[in-house]
C-alpha cells in the first residue's frame, strides 16, 4: 500500500495505491488519518483531490479483516477526519467507490466521477450494514427513500444516475486527475458546501416506514440486513446525527459476528473462488472468438443471448429453415424482454440480434470455436447432431453438450477428437441464471475443461465442475428434494404447507409450485426413461398428477388448481383425493414449518455427502454454489453444506436418525456420518486424495 502526495499550486492531490481494489485496510486507514493531519498543517493547501490508482476508487473494506477485531483507525473515524478537514477534500471517482470507499466519499465535499463509474453500499450482500456513516450520511445527501433502495438493495447505481440523484457533483470527460484539479479550483471560488453530517434529514411521509419495510422484507426473504440497515436509515431520520452513528456502529458489528454474515462471506469467498480452480492452474484456456448454438429451442435461445451478451458472434443452427425462423424468433423475444423491462435500450437490443445468424446449414461452423448443442434430450438425435459437427467443425473446435441428464460420455462415443468435448449445463433461463456445470468427460482435454471456465467468466457466470451421474450436482440433488416433498404429503402434510415451509426457509418459492411453473412432464419424462434403465424413482402423487394430464400452470392444473388468466395457486380438492389415496395406510401427522424444512433439507444435505465423496462435486463450496445460483437456495443460508456445517453436522445426523424412524428420510450415509464425526465435510475431500 502506498499513499503519495502530489502538488499542484494550492491543490494537494492525495493518491492510494492499494492493489487490487484499494481496499480499506488497516495501513491505509492509518495512512488517510495522517494525511488529512498532515495536509491541514500546511498552509500552502487549500484543496485536496483524493485520487485512486489502479482500476478503481476505493471499492470497500479489506474483506479479509471481517472475520478478525476492527482494529483502529476505524472507519468512522477517518470519513470523521476528512470531513472535518480544514481543507476542503473532493473524491475524484473511477471504477467503483463501494461501501467504505462511498463512505470516505461522502466525508469529502465534493464529488466527481468518470462516466463509467458506479457508486454504491453493497454492505446488505454480505449480511452486514454500512458501519462508517452510510446510512447517516447518504438520506441527508439524496433523500430518504433513493437512500433506502440503495442501501437496502446493495445495488450500485452507474455515475449519470448519481449525478441525476445529487451524489456526484460532477461527471468529468478525460483525464480523471486533471479534470478533478480543474473542479477544485472552480468549487475553491465558491462557499464550501455544509458537511454532510450536519445537514437536516428530508422529511417522508407518514406513511412510509410501514410500507418501505414491508417491501423490504418481501424482497429479503428471511435475510436480516435489509432490514437491519432499513432501521439504521430510521434511525437517521428520529435520532441526531451522533445517535444514528451509534446505532449504525453498534448494529454493523453485531451483524459482523452473525452466522448469515459468515454464510454471506462464505458464498462470496466460494464465488470468487470458483472461477479459478487449482487443479486447472497454469493450463492456458483455448481462445473462443466465435460461437455457435445447436437447437433454438428454450435452452438455445437463452444460451444464444448469454453469448451475446458476452459479444460473441454467434451461428444458430436448426433442423430446417421453419425452425430457424422459430428459434430467431425466441432469440428476438429475449431481447425485446430486457428492453420492455427497461434493461436493455432497443439499439443494444438490435446490435446483439444483428450479431445472430440462423442456418440449417451446418457447412456455416467450419470455422467456429466453440459449438454448444442443445437440442432435444434423446440420445439418437444428439449423436446425430455430433457426428454432423466432427465432419464440419475444425477438429481444435469446442464441441459441448448442454444435456440435463444423458451420459456426456455417450454422447460422445465415436466422435473425432474426443479431447474437444465437455458437457456444459446452463440453467434456465440461460441469460439469466448465473450457474454452469461443467462436465468433463475422461478424453476431455485440460485446456478444453480450462476453456469451459474461461467462457464461464466470460459470460459472467459460475462455474462448477461436475462429475458424470444422473443429473450431475444440481438435478440429482433435486431428484431427493421432490422426492422428500411427496414422502412429506404421504404422512401428512399439505403442498401448500410445504411450500410455504419452504419458503419461510428462505427460497424463492416452494417445490410443488415450482414444478406448476415449469410443468410436471419434464420430470415424468425423466422418471420413465429411469424406470426402463430399472430405477425405481419415487413420485407416487406426481406420476398419479401426470396420469391425470394435471401438468401444471400450463394445463390449468397440477398440484394446485388455477383458474383462467389467474396463476395465483389455489389448494385443489382433486390432489387432495389422489394423495389421500397414495397415502393409504401410512401413519399421518402434523408437521411445523421447521420440521417440515428439515425433512427436505438435510437428505440434501445426505445426497450432496454422497456426491462429495464419489467426487461428482470437488468441493463442499461447489455444491453450495449450485444450490444457490441454479436452485434459489438463500444465499444468505451460505448454501446446504455451510448451513449444515454452521448447524453441527452431528445435529443434522441426529435429527435424520430420528426422522428415519418416521420413515420420513433414509438414514443419513456413511460419509456424513464420517464428515460428522471429523466435524465438516473437509475430510471427504481429504480422503479422496490418499
Ligand atoms: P426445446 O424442445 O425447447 O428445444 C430443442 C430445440 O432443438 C428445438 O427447437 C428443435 O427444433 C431443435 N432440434 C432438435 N433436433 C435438432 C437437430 N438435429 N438439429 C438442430 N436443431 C434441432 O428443448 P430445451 O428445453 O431447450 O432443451 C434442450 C436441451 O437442453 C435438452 O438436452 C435439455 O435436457 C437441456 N436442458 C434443458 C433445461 C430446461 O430447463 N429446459 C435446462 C438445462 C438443460
Known amino acids: 500500500m502506498t499513499l503519495t502526495i502530489a502538488r499542484e499550486g494550492n491543490i494537494a492531490v492525495v493518491t492510494v495505491d492499494n492493489p487490487p481494489v484499494n481496499a480499506l485496510s488497516q495501513p491505509l486507514r492509518q495512512a488517510l488519518v495522517e494525511t488529512v493531519a498532515h495536509l491541514d498543517a500546511d498552509p500552502g493547501t487549500e484543496a485536496v483531490v483524493l485520487l485512486c490508482a489502479g482500476r478503481t476508487f476505493i471499492a470497500g473494506a479489506d474483506v479479509s479483516e471481517f472475520g478478525k ?10 470519513v470523521a477526519a476528512i470531513e472535518a478537514a480544514r481543507t476542503p477534500w473532493i473524491a475524484a471517482i473511477h471504477g467503483s467507490a463501494l461501501g467504505g470507499g462511498l463512505e470516505i466519499a461522502l466525508g469529502c465535499a465534493w464529488r466527481v466521477a468518470v462516466p463509467s463509474a458506479s457508486l454504491g453500499l453493497p454492505e446488505v450482500k454480505l449480511g452486514l450494514v454500512p458501519g462508517a456513516g452510510g446510512t447517516a450520511r447518504l438520506p441527508r445527501l439524496i433523500g430518504v ?14 455515475a449519470a444516475k448519481a449525478e441525476e440523484l445529487g451524489l456526484v457533483d460532477a461527471i468529468v470527460e478525460g483525464d480523471l486527475r486533471s479534470q478533478a484539479i480543474a473542479f477544485a479550483r472552480e468549487a475553491l471560488a465558491k462557499p464550501r458546501p455544509m458537511p454532510i453530517s450536519a445537514r437536516p434529514v428530508p422529511a417522508v411521509a407518514a406513511d412510509f416506514w410501514p410500507s418501505v419495510e414491508k417491501g423490504v422484507a418481501s424482497k429479503a426473504k428471511g435475510e436480516a440486513a435489509p432490514l437491519r440497515a432499513l432501521s439504521c436509515i430510521r434511525k437517521t431520520t428520529e435520532a441526531d446525527f451522533a445517535d444514528a452513528m451509534a446505532h449504525e456502529r453498534e448494529t454493523f458489528l453485531a451483524l459482523r459476528q452473525s452466522a448469515e454474515a459468515a454464510a454471506l462471506r462464505h458464498v462470496f469467498f466460494s464465488e470468487r473462488a470458483a472461477a479459478r480452480p487449482p487443479e486447472l492452474a497454469g493450463v492456458t484456456p483455448r481462445s473462443i472468438a466465435s460461437a455457435a448454438v445447436i437447437g433454438g429451442g428454450t435452452m438455445g435461445a437463452g444460451i444464444v443471448a448469454a453469448l451475446r451478451d458476452a459479444g460473441l458472434p454467434v451461428v444458430l443452427i436448426e433442423r430446417d429453415q421453419a425452425a430457424v425462423e422459430r428459434g430467431l424468433t425466441n432469440v428476438r423475444a429475449i431481447f425485446e424482454g430486457s ?9 443494444i437490443a438490435k446490435a446483439r440480434m444483428a450479431g445472430v445468424t440462423g442456418s440449417d446449414d451446418y457447412a456455416r461452423l467450419a470455422d467456429t470455436d466453440l459449438v454448444i448443442e442443445a437440442v432435444f434430450e434423446d440420445l439418437s438425435v444428439k449423436r446425430a447432431v455430433f ?9 481444435d473446435a469446442i464441441l459441448a453438450t448442454n444435456t440435463s441428464y444423458l451420459d456426456p460420455e455417450a454422447i460422445s462415443e465415436g466422435l473425432a477428437h474426443p479431447e474437444r468435448f465437455l458437457g456444459l449445463h446452463f440453467f434456465s433461463p440461460a441469460h439469466v441464471m448465473k450457474l454452469l456445470e461443467i462436465v468433463p468427460t475422461k478424453s476431455t482435454a485440460p485446456d478444453v ?5 474461461s467462457l464461464a467468466a466470460k459470460l459472467a457466470k459460475i462455474p462448477v465442475r ?5 443429473g450431475f450436482i444440481g438435478n440429482r440433488i433435486l431428484k431427493v428434494t421432490r422426492a422428500q416433498a411427496e414422502r412429506l404429503l404421504l404422512s401428512g402434510a399439505t403442498p401448500s404447507a410445504v411450500d410455504a415451509a419452504m419458503r419461510a426457509f428462505g427460497m424463492p418459492m416452494g ?14 419424462f425423466q422418471r420413465k426413461a429411469a424406470r426402463e434403465r430399472g430405477e425405481t424413482p419415487f413420485a407416487p402423487v406426481a406420476d398419479r398428477l401426470c396420469g391425470l394430464e394435471r401438468l401444471g400452470q400450463k394445463s390449468g392444473g397440477g398440484w394446485y388448481d388455477y383458474q383462467a388468466g389467474d396463476r395465483t395457486p389455489r389448494p385443489s380438492e382433486t390432489v387432495a383425493a389422489v394423495i389421500a389415496q397414495a397415502a393409504a395406510g401410512i401413519s399421518q401427522r402434523t408437521f411445523t414449518q421447521a420440521e417440515i424444512a428439515d425433512a427436505i433439507v438435510l437428505p440434501m444435505v445426505n445426497e450432496a455427502a454422497r456426491i462429495l465423496e464419489e467426487r461428482v462435486a470437488l468441493r463442499s463450496a461447489d455444491i453450495d454454489l449450485v444450490k444457490i445460483h441454479g436452485y434459489g437456495f438463500p444465499r444468505w443460508r451460505g448454501g446446504p453444506m455451510h448451513y449444515a456445517e454452521a448447524r453441527g453436522l452431528r445435529e443434522v445426523v441426529h435429527v435424520l436418525e430420528r426422522l428415519a424412524t418416521e420413515g420420513l428420510v433414509d438414514l443419513p450415509c456413511d460419509g456424513l456420518r464420517r464428515a460428522a464425526a471429523a466435524g465438516g465435510f473437509a475430510v471427504l475431500v481429504e480422503e479422496r486424495a490418499t
Not at 69 to 78: I, K, N, R, S
Not at 449 to 453: D, Q, R, V
Request: include cysteine; aromatic fraction near 4%; charge should be negative.
Open 145 to 158: 427513500e433513493a437512500a433506502v433502495d440503495m442501501i437496502t438493495s446493495g445495488n450500485p447505481v452507474r
Open 511 to 524: 417445490p410443488f409450485e415450482a414444478q406448476d411453473l415449469g410443468g410436471l412432464d419434464i420430470a415424468a
Open 69 to 78: 477485531a476492527p482494529e483502529p483507525p476505524h472507519l468512522p473515524d477517518v
Open 339 to 347: 428492453v420492455k423491462r427497461g434493461r436493455m435500450a432497443a439499439d
Open 449 to 453: 475443461l480450462s476453456t469451459g471456465f
Open 387 to 395: 457426428a454432423r459437427l466432427s465432419e464440419v467443425c475444425r477438429p
Open 466 to 470: 461436475a462429475g458424470i451421474c444422473d
